[in-house]
């Protein structure tokens, strides 16, 4: 769920801090984009826009980079996408980095990507047609778009928060699967794959457990613990310090708690996963 990564996408940059949940969110994706890839044979993939998962923005493809593919991703922040091409290169990978100011256009030539791919970020963009237009002429193989789950109660719980005066540039339209289906289809792609995903034993909160209780809670109730600042308690939870090669075991640990997504039945996952994918081929 994106609504709280609005206000404080930075904050990212300096503390890189995300949390179990985001942690865990990040393999099961890394997860499905390799399986994706593999599946169509890519060699290239373009994220447009990048911006929408609830932690450090700009790195959602680091896993397919380090799988050989070449990576494109857009923003629409310079700021942003400044900090983003900072990090990839701390980081020592490389990709291509573009602004796109409204997404209603895509500068490349026809079919210039294999796979494209969007995560919770269709509700940022302006004119939903016009841009999955341009998406299916750049992409030739297939698209993986993720939405949040609108049928799961985490979604329900934090649209308690939302007012389109209070968020003007959340378009919840833009995430409805079957009008995106409908769209896709009218361009000539088929669904070939969909389901729930991102479903833990923990409820989609769109934060850390430390800021949801100080969102919910007066100070003097939070825990002195959880009232300390993340960076004062040495607990940072990276994907960073994974793909850096200071913690091998991240990945392992993570999928520890993929017993519920491996078990539940998608009924379940309709009320308590966090995301929905789809996977498009022409």
Known sequence: MAIPIIN???????????GLGSSYERIVLNELLLATANKYEARNVLESPSFGFTGISGINLFALADSGLEVTLEDDNPRRLELIRNLWHTMDR????????????????????????SFSALWFVPDLRAFLSELSRVTAKAIFISVPNRS??????????????????????????????RLLKNLGWKLAESGCFDCPPWPDIG????????????????????????????ETLSILSYYSGDDPGFADR???YQWLENAAPEALKRVW??????VFER
């Open 207 to 234: 934060m850390t457990k430390e800021e949801l209780l100080a969102k919910w809670l007066p100070g003097r109730l939070l825990p002195k613990k959880l009232s300390q600042p993340k960076e004062e308690e040495g």
């Open 152 to 181: 799961g109660l985490g979604y329900k719980m934090q649209l308690k928060d939302y007012s389109a005066e209070k968020y003007p540039d959340l378009r919840l339209g833009n995430i409805d699967p079957p009008s995106i289906i």
């Open 254 to 256: 993570m999928r520890s």
């Open 273 to 278: 996963a966090h995301h929905f994918r789809m």
């Open 8 to 18: 404080d996408w930075e904050k990212f940059f300096d503390n890189p801090h995300e």
């Open 94 to 117: 490389s990709f291509t980095a573009r602004h796109n100011p409204d997404f209603r256009r895509l500068d490349y030539p026809d079919r210039a990507f294999d796979l494209s791919f």
